[in-house]
Every structure is written in structure tokens, then in C-alpha cells.
């Protein structure tokens, strides 16, 4: 039976996404899907983008793919001197990449749905409509989305303070089962409506994939599978 396979965080870590795959052994007709933040802060961005391509894996925008594109158009703006200015795993990654490389990362749909199954980076905000037009703020929110503070309003990522509830937490399901990542857990993030599988693998944690049996265009959310592998080392110290 045909499966949707999704990818957590990869950030580069080519060698443990070959081993996932090896281990789940993708066949023809399989849809296989990055959950976005597949380049930056680990060893192999460009490779890693080529490998996605090469086996014709898709993927959603993530926060990490949003900031490149934006520095790489700063890099052409401003040329060589923007460069002292950056961290060195951003400056590394935007240096492997051409022009046809940021075209691609543009391409990148900022959420993927498939029956009542969707892939988002960040996350959604009850209330949110996921469309082909969604503004500049709902798009930051879908790659960036985190924390809620006490009056269920986002909070940037190092406002620890006024942490209090994780957004899919409270999500009420209404733009479908949501598999996300972004936020590295230590374990995958079960909820009633969406499954966080980003496990840290650039840390050291692990790469965590998801697969749906998908037959007659329907995806059985109920019935998941999940797959995991250990990081080589923690890429990102
Ligand atoms: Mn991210």
C-alpha cells in the first residue's frame, strides 16, 4: 500500500537521512515530504538539497529556507562586506548555494495538504485559513509558531518567561491532522490533532520520520508509523 512519508528537521544531516530512508525503504508511488529546515546549522546543506530533489522528495518552507533567501538577497544588495556580518553556519550555507538553488527554495509551498492530512514547519493559530494567499504575518506564523503566552499570543522564541502553552496543544484540528517541526523535542510531540517529529537530530538527538498509509486518496491519520535514527554526533556546537 502506498504511504506519505514526513521527514523531521533534517538541517543538513545528509548521512542520518540516508539512513532513515534505507531503514524505511521508500517505493515507488510513496509520497515523501521534509518537514522544512532541511538546510543550515548542520554538515551538508547543499547536498542535502540536491538529495531531496534527486529523489523527488517535497517539502514545506522553513524558517532556516525563509532566512537564507532573505540573506542571500542582502548578499546581492550589499556584496561582500554583508558577509563579516552574518553567523558563520548561515554565511557557510549561503555560500554553497547559486542562484537556482535560492529559485528552488522559493518555489516552496509553505504548507502541503493531503485529505485530511497537512504539513506545516512551524504551526497554526486557531482561526487561521490556510490559502494560496495568506499574508506576510501568517506565513512567519507557519514556519515560526511556537509558544502562546498567557493571552494566547505567540511569543518570540526566546521570551522563556511567558511561556505557557505550546500551540498545538490547543489546536482544534480544523485545517486538518498537522505534522509539524521546528521545535526540537526530545520525543515526538503526540496531540489529538497534530504530531510534532522534529527530534533534534542537528543536536544530537535523533531524526524522526512519519508514514500514513494512503489509498483511494485517503490518508488514514489514525494509523501512523513512526521511524526514527540517532544523530552520528551533535553537528551544531
Ligand atoms: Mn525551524
Known amino acids: 500500500m502506498p504511504k506519505i ?11 542520518e537521512l540516508k539512513q532513515l530512508r ?29 538529495y531531496l530533489n534527486k529523489h523527488h522528495i517535497l517539502s514545506v518552507m522553513g524558517n532556516n529556507e525563509a532566512k537564507i533567501i532573505k540573506l542571500y538577497h542582502r548578499y546581492q544588495k550589499q556584496g561582500e562586506s554583508y558577509l563579516s556580518t552574518l553567523r ?10 547559486g542562484t537556482d538553488d535560492i529559485t528552488y527554495l522559493e518555489s516552496l509551498p509553505y504548507y502541503l495538504k493531503i485529505d485530511t492530512l497537512t504539513i506545516v514547519h512551524g504551526g497554526i493559530v486557531n482561526g487561521m485559513q490556510l490559502s494560496e494567499n495568506m ?9 515560526q509558531l511556537r509558544f502562546y503566552n498567557k493571552k494566547h499570543e505567540p511569543i518570540p522564541y526566546d521570551d522563556f518567561e511567558n511561556r505557557e502553552v505550546f500551540w498545538s496543544e490547543e489546536y482544534d484540528g480544523k485545517e486538518g491532522f498537522i505534522v509539524f517541526g521546528h521545535h526540537p523535542f526530545p520525543e515526538v510531540k503526540i496531540e489529538k490533532n497534530a504530531i510534532g517529529i522534529d527530534t533534534g537530530c542537528v543536536y544530537g538527538g535523533t531524526l524522526t520520520a512519519i508514514s500514513f498509509t494512503y489509498k483511494d486518496k485517503k490518508v488514514n491519520i489514525k494509523k501512523y508509523t513512526l521511524h526514527e535514527v540517532k544523530a552520528i554526533t551533535n553537528h551544531f556546537r
Do not use: A, M, Q, W
Not at 525503504?25 to 522544512?36: A, F, L, Q, R, Y
Open 22 to 50: 534505507s531503514d524505511i525503504n521508500p517505493k515507488k508511488g510513496d509520497i515523501e515530504i521534509s518537514v522544512g529546515d532541511f538546510l543550515n546549522k548542520g554538515p551538508y546543506s547543499l547536498k542535502t538539497l540536491r
Open 5 to 15: 512519508i514526513v521527514y523531521g528537521d533534517i538541517h543538513g544531516c545528509l548521512d
Open 88 to 97: 558563520s553556519s548561515d554565511k557557510k550555507t549561503l555560500l554553497e548555494l
Open 135 to 143: 499574508n506576510d504575518k501568517e506565513k512567519k506564523l507557519l514556519t
